[in-house]
C-alpha cells in the first residue's frame, strides 16, 4: 500500500528557513507527479509546489523565487526547501502523489509549519 511520511515541520521566524520532506513506499517515478500542498486553519487545501515525472515543476505565485520542491531518486523522497518564511505560510503541510491512468491520489498526514516571531 503507498505511504507517504512528512517530517521537518516545526516553528521558525520570519524570515527563516525549513525543509520537509516526505518518504515515500515505492519508486517515486511509479508516480505520475507528486506535490506539497499546505491548509491553514479555515482556508482551503492549497498547491504550493509539484514536480512530474519528467522533473517540471510548478509553483503558485504566492511562493515562487522562495520555496523550491527537488526529489532524491536513490531515497525516495521528496523536498520542499522554505526560505523567507512570513507568517501566511503557517499551516500544516501535506506531501501528495498521483499514480495510474486515473491519477489515484495519496496524502501524508501533515506536519505542522508554523511561522512566528
Known amino acids: 500500500q503507498v505511504q507517504l511520511v512528512e517530517s521537518g515541520g516545526g516553528l521558525v521566524q520570519p524570515g527563516g528557513s525549513l525543509r520537509l520532506s516526505c518518504a515515500t513506499s515505492?519508486?517515486?517515478?511509479?508516480?505520475?507527479?507528486m506535490a506539497w500542498y499546505r491548509q491553514a486553519p479555515g482556508k482551503e487545501r492549497e498547491l504550493v509546489a509539484r514536480?512530474?515525472?519528467?522533473?517540471?515543476?510548478h509553483y503558485p505565485d504566492s511562493v515562487t523565487g522562495r520555496f523550491t520542491i527537488s526529489r532524491d531518486n536513490a531515497k525516495n523522497t521528496i523536498y520542499l526547501q522554505m526560505n523567507s518564511l512570513k507568517p501566511e505560510d503557517t499551516a500544516v503541510y501535506y506531501c501528495?502523489?498521483?499514480?495510474?491512468?486515473?491519477?489515484?491520489?495519496?496524502w501524508g498526514q501533515g506536519t505542522q509549519v508554523t511561522v512566528s516571531s
Open positions: 514536480i512530474t515525472s519528467g522533473g517540471n515543476t
Open positions: 515505492g519508486n517515486i517515478f511509479s508516480f505520475n507527479r
Open positions: 501528495n502523489a498521483e499514480q495510474g491512468r486515473y491519477y489515484t491520489k495519496y
